[in-house]
């Protein structure tokens, strides 16, 4: 098997930052499951640990940042609600869901591989349209407000980045 295929492309990390970024999963996810006690509303999505990984184990990824994570859980979720309501169900439309999920989330500049999960959810709990707020706006913005928070404790990490001029490039 070509090494390739089993090199680890990640860098290495010390357990301080291993230590804080299963801290940062940990707050942000009880937060969203209280509000889910709170509410009444099922809030904690599958999703949200996907997105929990990146956006604490990852963040200086441009996969992890703030636009990224509230966008895409938002665009992703309004595309699968579009398919439920107005598409036969089955595994074609779910899956043309997800396609057209990362074509919109890639020509956007918004790619965040956990929202290609959020229109399989949808089509498969066929919640009504208030699901897009309740729990996918509130929970991406939940992950995010504890991330910021989180980063800024020892060892510090930069989240959200700086902006930088991605104008060019394509």
């Not at 999920?101 to 208030?130: E, F, K, Q």
Request: charged share 10%.
């Amino acid at each position: 098997m070509p090494r390739r295929f089993i090199h680890r492309h990640q860098s290495r990390q010390c357990l301080p930052s291993w230590t804080k970024a299963g801290l940062g999963v940990v707050l942000a996810l009880s937060t969203v499951a209280m509000l889910d006690q709170v509410t009444g509303a099922p809030m904690l999505a599958a999703p949200l640990g996907a997105s929990a990984v990146l956006v604490f184990g990852m963040p200086d990824s441009p996969l992890s940042q703030p636009s990224s994570v509230i966008g895409s859980h938002l665009i992703a979720t309004f595309i699968g609600l579009l398919f439920d309501h107005f598409l036969p169900g089955g595994w074609i439309s779910m899956v043309l869901s997800v396609a057209v999920v990362m074509v919109v989330l890639a020509g956007l500049r918004l790619t965040h591989p956990p929202a290609g999960a959020d229109p399989l959810v949808v089509m498969m709990t066929h919640p009504g349209w208030g699901f897009l707020f309740m729990p996918v706006l509130i929970g991406a913005l939940t992950l995010v407000a504890v991330a910021v928070l989180i980063h800024r404790l020892p060892p510090r990490a930069v989240y959200p980045l700086p902006i930088r001029d991605t104008a060019g490039g394509g």
